[in-house]
C-alpha cells in the first residue's frame, strides 16, 4: 500500500530534550515536506526536500532541522525543544515532474507534539 | 509575497444543497492550485488541482473547483452536499522559488458543516 508513514503519532517531551520524528515513503517520491498546523494558520511548510542531499527552509523553519540521506526518509529534528514548538506536524511527498499527474502531494498520518 | 486566502472560516450548508468554499490566491508567473481535505483525526487528502487547460476541474467525491484567471479564484464547489462532506477544507499553490524548487502555501482553511 502507497502511503507515508510518521513516528511517534504522539509525543510529550519538556522543553530542551532533543527529539526527532520520523517521515518514511513507501512511492519514490523526489519531493518530501514537513508541515505545522495550528488553529486558525492552517499549515505551514517547515522544510522541503525536492530531492536525495536538496534541502530548503520553509516559511516557518526556525528551531528545526532536516535531512535527506536516502530517497524513502526526511526525519525532523528538534535540538531544543520549546513550548511554541507545540502542534501537530505532518510529512508529506510527492513526485516533482511538471505534468498535470505527478503534483499532488501524500500527506502521513500526522504527529501532536505538546512541548512543556 | 505569495499567499492564498479562505476568506471564510466557517461554512454551513443543509444536505442537498450547492456548497461553495472560497480560495483567492496571489502568486507571480502560472499558478498550480490545489484542494485538500481533512476530516478529524486524519492526515490531509487530494481532492483535485489545477495545472492547466479547463478551468472546470472535476475531482474526487463529487467535487469540482472553477480556476477564474481574472478574479485570481479557485472556490471548491459540489451540486449537493453530503453529511459526510463536513471537514475542514485547505487551499494551496506551489511557489516557485529560484534555486529551482518549490514551496507550498496553503490557506488557514475553511471547515464546512453540512446539516441533516
Known amino acids: 500500500e502507497a502511503q507515508v508513514t510518521q513516528n511517534p503519532r504522539y509525543l510529550i517531551t519538556v522543553t530542551g530534550k532533543k527529539l526527532t520524528v520520523t517521515c518514511s515513503q513507501n512511492?519514490?517520491?523526489?519531493?518530501m515536506s514537513w508541515y505545522r498546523q495550528d488553529p486558525g494558520l492552517g499549515l505551514r511548510q517547515i522544510y522541503y526536500?525536492?530531492?536525495?542531499?536538496?534541502?530548503d527552509k520553509g516559511d516557518v523553519p526556525e528551531g528545526y532541522k532536516v535531512s535527506r540521506k536516502e530517497k524513502r526518509n526526511f526525519p525532523l529534528i528538534l535540538e531544543s525543544p520549546s513550548p511554541n514548538q507545540t502542534s501537530l506536524y505532518f510529512c508529506?511527498?510527492?513526485?516533482?515532474?511538471?505534468?498535470?499527474?505527478?503534483?499532488?502531494?501524500?500527506f502521513g498520518p500526522g504527529t501532536r507534539l505538546t512541548v512543556l | 509575497a505569495q499567499s492564498v486566502a479562505q476568506p471564510e472560516d466557517q461554512v454551513n450548508v443543509a444536505e442537498g444543497n450547492p456548497l461553495t468554499v472560497k480560495c483567492t490566491y496571489s502568486?507571480?508567473?502560472?499558478?498550480?492550485l490545489f484542494w485538500y481535505v481533512q476530516y478529524p483525526n486524519r492526515g490531509l487528502q487530494f481532492l483535485l488541482k489545477?495545472?492547466?487547460?479547463?478551468?472546470l476541474v472535476k475531482g474526487s467525491y463529487g467535487f469540482e473547483a472553477e480556476f477564474n484567471k481574472s478574479q485570481t479564484s479557485f472556490h471548491l464547489k459540489k451540486p449537493s452536499a453530503l453529511v459526510s462532506d463536513s471537514a475542514l477544507y485547505f487551499c494551496?499553490?506551489?511557489?516557485?522559488?529560484?534555486?529551482?524548487?518549490?514551496?507550498?502555501?496553503f490557506g488557514a482553511g475553511t471547515r464546512l458543516f453540512v446539516k441533516a
Open positions: 508529506a511527498s510527492s513526485l516533482t515532474g511538471q505534468g498535470p499527474s505527478e503534483n499532488e502531494q501524500f
Open positions: 512511492m519514490n517520491h523526489e519531493y
Open positions: 526536500s525536492m530531492n536525495v542531499e536538496v534541502t
Open positions: 502568486v507571480s508567473g502560472n499558478p498550480y
Open positions: 489545477y495545472i492547466t487547460g479547463d478551468n
Open positions: 494551496a499553490v506551489r511557489d516557485y522559488q529560484g534555486t529551482g524548487g518549490f514551496k507550498t502555501i
